[in-house]
């Protein structure tokens, strides 16, 4: 069961409301350049109260920082928790991600106005997991469920097509 995505996506703002007030946060390019990443879990929701899925301690969690962004790919273990998720990313009910993170001293600026305050990440020190979530924070996140049973499901059908096609040759 592999799952992969984008938990982080550069250069894409988010803006949530608060009553009349709003708040922008972006993620730049170049942000994960010097990212403690070295014990990074995958959870849902963030929640330290189910078990982690994957880990970049075992390497059942790859991370890749690319133009577009950090992307990840997990191996989940064959747990009825993880079949679960696993299931729910497949059929799209879940299909976002989050992290939680620290920034660098100096790795943010700041702008308050009015009615708007927006805050532009240039240097994350630490990425403390990277999360499969409900809600997220950043709409541009994803992650989907690939399957090499659906894969070879895909080759047995068009196998069997070709063999139709043969048949109906034959005749």
């Known amino acids: 069961m ?8 550069f250069n894409q703002p988010a803006t ?3 009553g009349a007030r709003s708040f922008t946060e972006t993620i730049k390019k170049g942000a994960l350049a010097k990212t403690d990443m070295k014990n990074v879990p995958l959870r849902y ?8 899925m994957a880990r970049t301690k075992n ?5 890749t920082v690319d133009e577009k962004g950090l992307k990840i790919e997990a191996d989940l273990l064959d747990t009825q928790s993880n079949r679960d998720l696993y299931r729910g990313i497949r ?10 993170f620290t920034v660098a001293d100096k790795g943010d600026t700041w702008t308050f106005g009015d009615k708007e305050t927006t805050r532009t990440v240039t240097n994350i020190e630490k990425l403390y997991d990277v999360s499969v979530v409900d809600a997220p924070f950043y709409e541009g996140t994803s992650i989907t469920a690939r399957s090499l049973e659906l894969l070879d499901g895909e080759k047995r059908r068009l196998d069997g097509q070709r063999e139709l096609e043969i048949l109906k040759l034959r005749l």
């Open 2 to 9: 592999t799952i992969e995505g984008y938990a982080i996506v």
């Open 16 to 18: 949530h409301k608060y």
């Open 45 to 52: 929701n963030h929640n330290d109260n189910v078990m982690v």
């Open 59 to 63: 390497k059942s969690l790859r991370l």
């Open 91 to 100: 059929e799209g009910l879940i299909d976002k991600m989050s992290f939680a």
